[in-house]
């Protein structure tokens, strides 16, 4: 990137003749060199940089030989940027080229591009440094290509090798045809195209009317300001920032670390930036404390444990030369953990095991590994929820120990018994001048109409359950014999489904359901779909009931499991339409997760899953007109943080019935008012993984007649018949910024700790053991959080 000059300044185009789209939100792409000169003007170290103002930051440059082969610089640098960087969901590219005395005639990539053997190796080298510092993708910064064969027999390799490891691949180019630029000839595979307008406002003008005529997606084109020259205006960015508004996605700046300009003029005139795309993935282990079974005999410090999750690549821990070992590290709370990497030094294993535990003591494998070969394991497609994860060697590659550069563990927060669906919950137990109560004292009548879905707890006092089906809360474990007690007033006669909620750890495990004393439902057992944090919904249709007050409770028939979530709903005809319809989608991942498969009634073993890009989407046919008002999306891991939901009457022109920007994953029950369609789509618009998106079940169901009210309500108990011991907590510190200790006494080998935001969405859960909990809430949202214990309960404040 040619930085201590403008470029030549081209004669005016007219902008091509084409509507733009308002965008709702922009990229800011910066670029910070590697390296930058010292003193207070200058944002010299990644700890100076104002995260919130970007969406991509290029760390620049990393420059090839002509072979292809590419190191770092100031590596330690790049490493302090990504984390920093990841911490604020902003995306970490490298970029490699730049502008050399040599260039344009003369520059590695000329020397590269004419030799297969050194365009793999550049991809190969490309891949691996995304890979070992956890970059986002690769900015080819080649000013400028001698010509089109040469640019597509690099970059077309390159894309293809970072976009199949879900990785990005962008590139900075030349703002005209008039200076090579219609060299850069197919830029289809580009995700960004940073075009290098460093000139007035006419050369911006005819720069962005070029591209566009060059058939760059609007999306996709970042239009270049520079701040390393000081006769750059602020005026100036702001004539830029609304141009870049009508006909680009956004605003590439070089350089960040020398701004003579004010960026807030940028931020404030593009307005929105683009914030809510794919979340980048955190390293759970970083820094945080490890165990292992031994260490190199006659090591130093060298080798300890700790150096595999400082991350630092060229710091390593090795064990004694023998089979098994094993290193664990301790993540301090409870995760759903779906990837863990770790890169081996050359003392790697070529079986192990991937183990998780809730106390270090008990661990369970979630992937066991054989015939391993490589240095660098990225182990992805997890399911396993734990604390501790280890890494257990039972063969070596070479006759020294293992050895380990760096563990990298992946995944979210432990919200697994958070209600089915929904955001609102009764926190259990009475807090001393906070208005909740479990419902225990007095009796708690749940009249059942579309006027009162939230219930009454007791006559004194009305706690907000949100609205139908939104669940109530974790009911905690209940041994056989024991039984959990509502109280219904019963308004409208007709026959009522209930259905409850339990872990799947209660597989082969039975209760039932009686109503006044009468067993409604025989003995249902707990099918096996999945580990713990998956739960079964079972339903229970009881007889055609009459008007008034009945007693309901669950009865647990064999050992102890956790229950949760009870709703009780009158029946209407509520049936999937959509099974075995006929199905279209955009694109299929491979053969085997074809689009009918998210018809086909399976929700656990079948799936459609997309290709790697955002933009897609999956449709049904339903044959006929229908009146639609709901659909469920059971998710795969890979789902959609922000979708629509579409109807069509001739599968050309859709309509938007529901806009979901914060979707979960899971099953998502979105609906919307009633409307006349056949076809029914779901648009995805951004990911929440690296992968496509992937559905188990796509269900969609009609609007129920005007006749028919649906009345629905999510129970809280009134009573059971459970006794817990009188418990006693200390929490320290409070407030809280990173590690949260909960020390107690009175518990019982089954008392179960929760915290609870205080919009009754639970955050953690744990059983017990010992005297205390370390919990980390780093990175939770800041506010006030309320522990759970038996029937203690204390209030938190993190920082």
């Given at each position: 990137?040619?930085?201590?000059?403008?470029?030549?300044?081209?004669?005016?185009?007219?902008?091509?003749?084409?509507?733009?789209?308002?965008?709702?939100?922009?990229?800011?792409v910066?670029?910070?060199?590697?390296?930058?000169?010292?003193?207070?003007?200058?944002?010299?170290?990644?700890?100076?940089?104002?995260?919130?103002k970007?969406?991509?930051?290029?760390?620049?440059?990393?420059?090839?030989?002509?072979?292809?082969?590419?190191?770092?610089?100031n590596?330690?640098?790049?490493?302090?940027?990504?984390t920093?960087?990841?911490?604020?969901n902003?995306?970490?590219?490298?970029?490699?080229?730049?502008?050399?005395?040599?260039?344009?005639?003369?520059?590695?990539?000329?020397?590269?591009?004419?030799?297969?053997?050194?365009?793999?190796?550049?991809?190969?080298?490309?891949?691996?440094?995304?890979?070992?510092?956890?970059?986002?993708?690769?900015?080819?910064?080649?000013?400028?290509?001698?010509?089109?064969?040469?640019?597509?027999?690099?970059?077309?390799?390159?894309?293809?090798?970072l976009?199949?490891?879900?990785?990005?691949?962008?590139?900075?180019?030349?703002?005209?045809?008039?200076?090579?630029?219609?060299?850069?000839?197919?830029?289809?595979?580009?995700?960004?195209?940073?075009?290098?307008?460093?000139?007035?406002?006419?050369?911006?003008?005819?720069?962005?009317?070029?591209?566009?005529?060059?058939?760059?997606?609007?999306?996709?084109?970042?239009?270049?300001v520079?701040?390393?020259?000081?006769?750059?205006?602020?005026?100036?960015?702001?004539?830029?920032?609304?141009?870049?508004?009508?006909?680009?996605?956004?605003?590439?700046?070089?350089?960040?670390?020398?701004?003579?300009?004010?960026?807030?003029?940028?931020?404030?005139?593009?307005?929105?930036i683009?914030?809510g795309?794919?979340?980048?993935?955190?390293?759970?282990?970083t820094?945080?404390?490890?165990?292992?079974?031994?260490?190199?005999?006659?090591?130093?410090?060298?080798?300890?444990?700790?150096?595999?999750?400082?991350?630092?690549?060229s710091?390593?821990?090795?064990?004694?030369?023998?089979?098994?070992?094993?290193?664990?590290v301790?993540?301090?709370?409870?995760?759903?953990?779906?990837?863990?990497?770790?890169?081996?030094?050359?003392?790697?294993?070529?079986?192990?095991?991937?183990?998780?535990?809730?106390?270090?003591?008990?661990?369970?494998?979630?992937?066991?590994?054989?015939?391993n070969?490589?240095?660098?394991?990225?182990?992805?497609?997890?399911?396993?929820?734990?604390?501790?994860?280890?890494?257990?060697?039972?063969?070596?590659?070479?006759?020294?120990?293992y050895?380990?550069?760096?563990?990298e563990?992946y995944?979210?927060?432990?919200?697994?018994?958070?209600?089915?669906?929904?955001?609102?919950?009764?926190?259990?137990?009475?807090?001393?001048?906070?208005?909740?109560?479990?419902?225990?004292?007095?009796?708690?009548?749940?009249?059942?109409?579309?006027?009162?879905?939230?219930?009454?707890?007791?006559?004194?006092?009305?706690?907000?359950?949100?609205?139908?089906?939104?669940?109530?809360?974790?009911?905690?474990?209940?041994q056989?014999?024991?039984?959990?007690?509502?109280?219904?007033?019963?308004?409208?006669?007709?026959?009522?489904?209930?259905?409850?909620?339990?872990?799947?750890?209660?597989?082969?495990?039975?209760?039932?359901?009686?109503l006044?004393?009468?067993?409604?439902s025989?003995?249902?057992?707990v099918?096996?779909?999945?580990?713990?944090?998956?739960?079964?919904?079972?339903?229970?249709?009881?007889?055609?009931?009459?008007t008034?007050?009945?007693?309901?409770?669950?009865?647990?028939?064999?050992?102890?499991?956790?229950?949760?979530?009870?709703?009780?709903?009158?029946?209407?005809?509520?049936?999937?339409?959509?099974?075995n319809?006929?199905?279209?989608?955009?694109?299929?991942?491979?053969?085997g997760?074809?689009?009918?498969k998210?018809f086909?009634?399976?929700?656990?073993?079948?799936?459609?899953?997309?290709?790697?890009?955002?933009?897609?989407?999956?449709?049904?046919?339903?044959?006929?007109?229908?009146?639609?008002?709901?659909?469920?999306?059971?998710?795969?891991?890979?789902?959609?943080?922000?979708?629509?939901?579409?109807?069509?009457?001739?599968?050309?022109?859709w309509?938007?019935?529901?806009?979901?920007?914060?979707?979960?994953?899971?099953?998502?029950?979105?609906?919307?008012?009633?409307?006349?369609?056949?076809?029914?789509?779901?648009?995805?618009?951004?990911?929440?993984?690296?992968?496509?998106?992937s559905?188990w079940?796509?269900?969609?169901?009609a609007?129920?007649?005007?006749?028919?009210?649906?009345?629905?309500?999510?129970?809280?108990?009134?009573?059971?018949?459970?006794?817990?011991?009188?418990?006693?907590i200390?929490?320290?510190?409070?407030?809280?910024?990173?590690?949260?200790?909960?020390?107690?006494?009175?518990?019982?080998?089954?008392?179960?700790?929760?915290?609870?935001?205080?919009?009754?969405?639970?955050?953690?859960?744990?059983?017990?053991?010992?005297s205390?909990?370390?919990?980390?809430?780093?990175?939770?949202?800041?506010?006030?959080?309320?522990?759970?214990?038996?029937?203690?309960?204390?209030?938190?404040?993190?920082?």
């Amino acid at each position: 990137m040619q930085k201590t000059k403008l470029l030549f300044l081209f004669a005016l185009m007219m902008l091509s003749r084409v509507t733009f789209a308002q965008l709702s939100c922009y990229n800011i792409v910066g670029y910070y060199p590697s390296w930058v000169a010292g003193g207070n003007y200058y944002i010299n170290t990644p700890s100076k940089i104002d995260y919130s103002k970007y969406t991509h930051i290029c760390y620049a440059f990393s420059i090839p030989d002509n072979n292809g082969n590419m190191g770092i610089d100031n590596a330690s640098v790049l490493t302090d940027l990504v984390t920093r960087a990841h911490a604020n969901n902003v995306k970490v590219l490298l970029s490699i080229g730049g502008w050399l005395s040599s260039s344009p005639s003369n520059t590695p990539f000329e020397t590269i591009a004419n030799s297969t053997t050194a365009i793999n190796q550049l991809a190969t080298v490309c891949g691996n440094l995304v890979t070992q510092y956890n970059l986002d993708g690769i900015d080819l910064d080649w000013e400028y290509p001698t010509t089109k064969t040469k640019w597509n027999n690099l970059a077309t390799v390159l894309g293809t090798k970072l976009h199949g490891m879900g990785k990005l691949f962008t590139a900075a180019v030349s703002e005209s045809a008039s200076n090579n630029g219609d060299h850069y000839d197919n830029v289809t595979m580009l995700d960004l195209v940073n075009i290098m307008c460093y000139g007035g406002n006419n050369l911006a003008s005819s720069s962005m009317s070029y591209w566009t005529s060059r058939g760059v997606p609007q999306s996709k084109r970042m239009l270049g300001v520079p701040f390393y020259s000081s006769d750059n205006t602020t005026a100036e960015h702001v004539w830029k920032s609304n141009l870049a508004k009508t006909t680009a996605g956004g605003i590439m700046i070089w350089d960040i670390a020398t701004e003579y300009g004010d960026i807030n003029s940028i931020y404030n005139t593009l307005g929105s930036i683009c914030k809510g795309g794919t979340p980048v993935p955190q390293n759970l282990a970083t820094n945080k404390p490890v165990t292992a079974s031994s260490l190199e005999p006659n090591s130093t410090t060298s080798v300890v444990a700790a150096n595999i999750t400082d991350g630092n690549y060229s710091t390593r821990w090795s064990s004694a030369f023998a089979d098994p070992q094993w290193v664990y590290v301790d993540l301090g709370a409870s995760y759903d953990i779906n990837r863990v990497k770790i890169t081996w030094e050359a003392a790697y294993a070529t079986a192990y095991e991937i183990q998780v535990s809730t106390d270090a003591t008990t661990w369970t494998s979630v992937k066991s590994v054989t015939g391993n070969t490589t240095l660098v394991n990225d182990n992805t497609g997890l399911v396993g929820n734990g604390r501790y994860v280890r890494i257990y060697g039972t063969a070596r590659a070479t006759t020294y120990g293992y050895s380990i550069y760096e563990l990298e563990v992946y995944g979210a927060t432990s919200v697994s018994q958070t209600p089915y669906s929904g955001t609102a919950s009764a926190i259990p137990g009475k807090i001393e001048a906070e208005n909740y109560d479990n419902g225990g004292e007095g009796v708690a009548y749940h009249d059942l109409t579309s006027t009162n879905l939230g219930g009454q707890y007791r006559t004194t006092e009305t706690v907000d359950l949100g609205t139908a089906n939104e669940g109530g809360y974790n009911l905690g474990y209940v041994q056989a014999g024991e039984w959990v007690e509502y109280t219904v007033n019963i308004t409208t006669a007709g026959a009522y489904t209930l259905q409850s909620r339990v872990a799947a750890t209660a597989a082969g495990k039975s209760f039932h359901i009686e109503l006044d004393g009468q067993n409604i439902s025989g003995n249902i057992s707990v099918p096996n779909t999945g580990d713990w944090q998956t739960y079964t919904t079972v339903s229970v249709t009881t007889p055609s009931l009459t008007t008034g007050k009945k007693v309901m409770r669950i009865v647990v028939d064999t050992a102890e499991f956790n229950l949760n979530w009870v709703n009780f709903t009158l029946q209407t005809s509520n049936s999937n339409i959509a099974l075995n319809k006929t199905i279209t989608a955009s694109s299929v991942e491979e053969a085997g997760f074809e689009a009918a498969k998210a018809f086909d009634g399976n929700a656990t073993t079948t799936r459609w899953s997309s290709a790697y890009t955002d933009n897609e989407w999956i449709a049904v046919d339903l044959g006929t007109a229908q009146n639609i008002s709901r659909v469920v999306l059971k998710w795969e891991n890979a789902y959609a943080t922000s979708y629509r939901i579409e109807t069509s009457t001739d599968n050309v022109n859709w309509t938007v019935q529901k806009t979901v920007t914060a979707g979960v994953g899971g099953t998502e029950d979105p609906s919307f008012p009633a409307v006349s369609a056949r076809y029914v789509r779901m648009y995805g618009v951004t990911r929440a993984t690296v992968y496509g998106y992937s559905i188990w079940e796509f269900e969609v169901y009609a609007a129920q007649p005007s006749s028919a009210k649906q009345n629905a309500i999510a129970l809280s108990p009134v009573k059971t018949s459970l006794n817990e011991s009188l418990v006693s907590i200390i929490v320290s510190p409070n407030p809280v910024k990173d590690v949260l200790t909960v020390k107690y006494k009175g518990t019982t080998s089954q008392s179960v700790l929760r915290i609870y935001s205080m919009t009754g969405q639970q955050t953690y859960f744990s059983k017990v053991s010992g005297s205390m909990t370390q919990i980390d809430v780093s990175k939770w949202p800041k506010g006030i959080y309320i522990i759970s214990l038996g029937d203690a309960r204390k209030k938190i404040v993190v920082e």
